[in-house]
T-cell receptor, first 109, second 113 residues
Framework: GEDVEQSLFLSVREGDSSVINCTYT??????LYWYKQEPGAGLQLLTY?????DMKQDQRLTVLLNKKDKHLSLRIADTQTGDSAIYFC?????????FGAGTRLTVKP | DAMVIQNPRYQVTQFGKPVTLSCSQT?????MYWYQQKSSQAPKLLFH???????NEADTPDNFQSRRPNTSFCFLDIRSPGLGDAAMYLC????????????FGDGTRLSIL
Protein backbone atom coordinates (compact mmCIF):
# COMPACT_ATOMS: atom_id res chain seq x y z
CA GLY A 1 0.00 0.00 0.00
CA GLU A 2 0.92 3.67 -0.21
CA ASP A 3 2.89 5.31 2.54
CA VAL A 4 0.44 8.21 2.67
CA GLU A 5 -3.28 7.41 2.62
CA GLN A 6 -6.28 9.62 2.09
CA SER A 7 -9.96 9.11 1.42
CA LEU A 8 -10.61 9.64 -2.27
CA PHE A 9 -13.82 11.69 -2.06
CA LEU A 10 -15.53 14.18 0.23
CA SER A 11 -18.73 16.07 -0.43
CA VAL A 12 -20.01 18.96 1.71
CA ARG A 13 -22.57 21.74 1.48
CA GLU A 14 -21.48 25.35 1.02
CA GLY A 15 -20.98 26.99 4.40
CA ASP A 16 -20.28 23.74 6.24
CA SER A 17 -16.85 22.72 7.50
CA SER A 18 -14.79 20.18 5.57
CA VAL A 19 -12.36 17.81 7.23
CA ILE A 20 -9.88 15.96 5.06
CA ASN A 21 -7.90 13.20 6.74
CA CYS A 22 -4.52 11.70 6.01
CA THR A 23 -2.41 8.97 7.58
CA TYR A 24 1.29 8.54 7.04
CA THR A 25 3.84 5.96 8.09
CA UNK A 26 7.25 7.64 8.33
CA UNK A 27 7.87 8.75 11.89
CA UNK A 28 10.98 10.63 10.77
CA UNK A 29 8.97 13.02 8.61
CA UNK A 30 9.98 16.57 9.35
CA UNK A 31 7.22 18.47 7.58
CA LEU A 32 3.71 17.59 6.49
CA TYR A 33 2.03 19.55 3.73
CA TRP A 34 -1.36 20.19 2.25
CA TYR A 35 -1.56 21.05 -1.43
CA LYS A 36 -4.62 22.04 -3.47
CA GLN A 37 -4.98 21.15 -7.14
CA GLU A 38 -7.69 22.67 -9.29
CA PRO A 39 -8.58 21.10 -12.65
CA GLY A 40 -5.82 21.42 -15.22
CA ALA A 41 -3.51 23.27 -12.84
CA GLY A 42 -0.43 22.54 -10.78
CA LEU A 43 -0.29 22.04 -7.05
CA GLN A 44 -0.78 25.07 -4.83
CA LEU A 45 0.83 24.94 -1.40
CA LEU A 46 -1.95 25.63 1.11
CA THR A 47 -0.24 25.15 4.43
CA TYR A 48 2.27 22.99 6.21
CA UNK A 49 3.07 21.92 9.73
CA UNK A 50 6.35 21.05 11.31
CA UNK A 51 6.40 17.64 12.97
CA UNK A 52 6.88 19.04 16.49
CA UNK A 53 3.63 21.02 16.30
CA ASP A 54 0.12 19.81 17.14
CA MET A 55 -1.93 22.47 15.42
CA LYS A 56 -1.60 25.30 12.98
CA GLN A 57 -4.31 27.77 12.03
CA ASP A 58 -4.28 30.00 8.98
CA GLN A 59 -7.50 31.94 8.35
CA ARG A 60 -10.13 29.32 7.35
CA LEU A 61 -7.62 26.47 7.48
CA THR A 62 -6.77 24.43 10.57
CA VAL A 63 -4.20 21.65 10.47
CA LEU A 64 -4.15 19.07 13.27
CA LEU A 65 -1.30 16.63 13.71
CA ASN A 66 -1.46 13.53 15.91
CA LYS A 67 2.07 12.27 15.76
CA LYS A 68 1.37 9.22 17.92
CA ASP A 69 -1.25 7.97 15.47
CA LYS A 70 0.53 9.45 12.42
CA HIS A 71 -2.69 11.23 11.53
CA LEU A 72 -2.98 14.61 9.85
CA SER A 73 -6.15 16.52 9.11
CA LEU A 74 -7.10 19.68 7.26
CA ARG A 75 -10.23 21.51 8.33
CA ILE A 76 -11.70 24.15 6.04
CA ALA A 77 -14.19 26.39 7.80
CA ASP A 78 -17.13 27.93 5.92
CA THR A 79 -16.38 25.89 2.79
CA GLN A 80 -17.05 27.73 -0.47
CA THR A 81 -17.64 26.47 -4.00
CA GLY A 82 -14.17 27.78 -4.89
CA ASP A 83 -12.72 25.26 -2.47
CA SER A 84 -13.77 22.42 -4.78
CA ALA A 85 -10.51 20.76 -5.82
CA ILE A 86 -8.26 17.82 -5.08
CA TYR A 87 -6.33 18.08 -1.82
CA PHE A 88 -3.03 16.25 -1.45
CA CYS A 89 -1.34 15.43 1.80
CA UNK A 90 2.45 15.02 1.59
CA UNK A 91 5.19 14.09 4.00
CA UNK A 92 8.84 14.98 3.76
CA UNK A 93 11.98 13.69 5.37
CA UNK A 94 15.57 14.40 4.36
CA UNK A 95 15.53 12.04 1.41
CA UNK A 96 12.11 12.04 -0.11
CA UNK A 97 8.69 13.55 -0.46
CA UNK A 98 5.64 11.28 -0.61
CA PHE A 99 2.16 12.29 -1.69
CA GLY A 100 -1.16 10.71 -0.93
CA ALA A 101 -3.48 9.92 -3.82
CA GLY A 102 -5.54 13.05 -3.13
CA THR A 103 -9.04 13.73 -1.80
CA ARG A 104 -11.51 15.20 -4.25
CA LEU A 105 -13.60 17.77 -2.39
CA THR A 106 -16.95 18.65 -3.93
CA VAL A 107 -18.84 21.62 -2.51
CA LYS A 108 -22.57 21.69 -3.23
CA PRO A 109 -24.45 25.00 -3.26
CA ASP B 1 5.55 37.97 -9.14
CA ALA B 2 8.17 35.33 -8.58
CA MET B 3 6.94 32.03 -9.91
CA VAL B 4 7.49 28.71 -11.63
CA ILE B 5 6.54 28.79 -15.31
CA GLN B 6 6.01 25.76 -17.50
CA ASN B 7 5.79 25.87 -21.26
CA PRO B 8 3.83 24.85 -23.11
CA ARG B 9 0.65 24.20 -21.09
CA TYR B 10 -0.42 21.57 -23.61
CA GLN B 11 1.88 19.50 -25.80
CA VAL B 12 0.92 16.95 -28.41
CA THR B 13 3.50 14.66 -29.94
CA GLN B 14 3.55 11.52 -32.02
CA PHE B 15 4.40 8.08 -30.74
CA GLY B 16 8.20 7.78 -30.74
CA LYS B 17 8.87 11.44 -31.58
CA PRO B 18 11.17 13.17 -29.08
CA VAL B 19 9.64 15.97 -27.06
CA THR B 20 11.03 18.55 -24.63
CA LEU B 21 9.12 20.24 -21.84
CA SER B 22 10.40 23.44 -20.30
CA CYS B 23 10.39 24.92 -16.81
CA SER B 24 11.73 28.25 -15.62
CA GLN B 25 11.76 29.88 -12.21
CA THR B 26 12.30 33.37 -10.87
CA UNK B 27 12.54 32.22 -7.25
CA UNK B 28 16.29 31.54 -7.45
CA UNK B 29 15.74 28.19 -5.74
CA UNK B 30 18.51 25.64 -5.59
CA UNK B 31 16.38 22.59 -6.27
CA MET B 32 14.19 21.84 -9.28
CA TYR B 33 12.00 18.74 -9.54
CA TRP B 34 10.09 16.99 -12.31
CA TYR B 35 6.98 14.98 -11.48
CA GLN B 36 4.70 12.86 -13.64
CA GLN B 37 1.03 12.85 -12.69
CA LYS B 38 -1.50 10.53 -14.29
CA SER B 39 -5.22 10.98 -13.94
CA SER B 40 -6.54 10.57 -10.37
CA GLN B 41 -3.09 9.72 -9.05
CA ALA B 42 -0.51 11.38 -6.86
CA PRO B 43 2.44 13.11 -8.53
CA LYS B 44 5.35 10.72 -9.02
CA LEU B 45 8.85 12.12 -8.72
CA LEU B 46 11.01 11.44 -11.79
CA PHE B 47 14.21 13.26 -10.82
CA HIS B 48 15.54 16.43 -9.29
CA UNK B 49 18.52 18.77 -9.51
CA UNK B 50 20.21 20.22 -6.47
CA UNK B 51 22.10 23.03 -8.20
CA UNK B 52 23.91 21.03 -10.91
CA UNK B 53 23.77 17.75 -9.04
CA UNK B 54 21.34 15.41 -10.85
CA UNK B 55 19.38 12.84 -8.86
CA ASN B 56 17.40 10.19 -10.68
CA GLU B 57 14.67 8.14 -8.98
CA ALA B 58 15.37 4.42 -9.20
CA ASP B 59 12.22 3.60 -11.16
CA THR B 60 12.36 6.48 -13.66
CA PRO B 61 12.52 4.98 -17.17
CA ASP B 62 15.67 5.58 -19.23
CA ASN B 63 13.43 7.23 -21.80
CA PHE B 64 13.25 10.29 -19.52
CA GLN B 65 16.19 12.68 -19.32
CA SER B 66 16.68 16.12 -17.84
CA ARG B 67 18.94 19.11 -18.33
CA ARG B 68 19.53 22.13 -16.17
CA PRO B 69 21.72 24.62 -18.07
CA ASN B 70 21.47 27.29 -15.37
CA THR B 71 19.68 28.07 -12.10
CA SER B 72 16.55 29.34 -13.80
CA PHE B 73 15.82 26.67 -16.38
CA CYS B 74 15.23 22.96 -16.33
CA PHE B 75 14.11 20.73 -19.22
CA LEU B 76 12.47 17.33 -19.39
CA ASP B 77 13.34 15.33 -22.51
CA ILE B 78 11.35 12.27 -23.48
CA ARG B 79 13.38 10.48 -26.12
CA SER B 80 10.79 8.11 -27.55
CA PRO B 81 7.37 8.77 -26.05
CA GLY B 82 5.01 5.86 -25.71
CA LEU B 83 1.27 5.94 -25.14
CA GLY B 84 1.87 5.29 -21.45
CA ASP B 85 3.79 8.56 -21.14
CA ALA B 86 0.67 10.65 -21.69
CA ALA B 87 0.27 12.56 -18.43
CA MET B 88 0.56 15.90 -16.71
CA TYR B 89 4.19 16.83 -16.05
CA LEU B 90 4.78 19.11 -13.11
CA CYS B 91 7.88 21.14 -12.34
CA UNK B 92 8.57 22.30 -8.79
CA UNK B 93 11.28 24.21 -6.98
CA UNK B 94 12.46 24.57 -3.40
CA UNK B 95 15.25 26.29 -1.53
CA UNK B 96 16.55 23.08 0.00
CA UNK B 97 16.34 19.43 -0.95
CA UNK B 98 13.05 17.92 0.35
CA UNK B 99 13.04 19.70 3.70
CA UNK B 100 11.52 22.90 2.37
CA UNK B 101 8.12 23.55 0.77
CA UNK B 102 7.97 22.88 -2.96
CA UNK B 103 6.45 25.46 -5.27
CA PHE B 104 4.79 24.06 -8.37
CA GLY B 105 4.19 25.33 -11.88
CA ASP B 106 0.84 24.83 -13.59
CA GLY B 107 2.08 21.79 -15.46
CA THR B 108 2.29 20.65 -19.07
CA ARG B 109 -0.30 18.15 -20.23
CA LEU B 110 1.32 15.80 -22.73
CA SER B 111 -0.76 13.87 -25.25
CA ILE B 112 0.64 11.13 -27.49
CA LEU B 113 -0.93 10.42 -30.88
Amino acid sequence: GEDVEQSLFLSVREGDSSVINCTYTDSSSTYLYWYKQEPGAGLQLLTYIFSNMDMKQDQRLTVLLNKKDKHLSLRIADTQTGDSAIYFCAEIDEDDMRFGAGTRLTVKP
Amino acid sequence: DAMVIQNPRYQVTQFGKPVTLSCSQTLNHNVMYWYQQKSSQAPKLLFHYYDKDFNNEADTPDNFQSRRPNTSFCFLDIRSPGLGDAAMYLCATSTGRFNQPQHFGDGTRLSIL
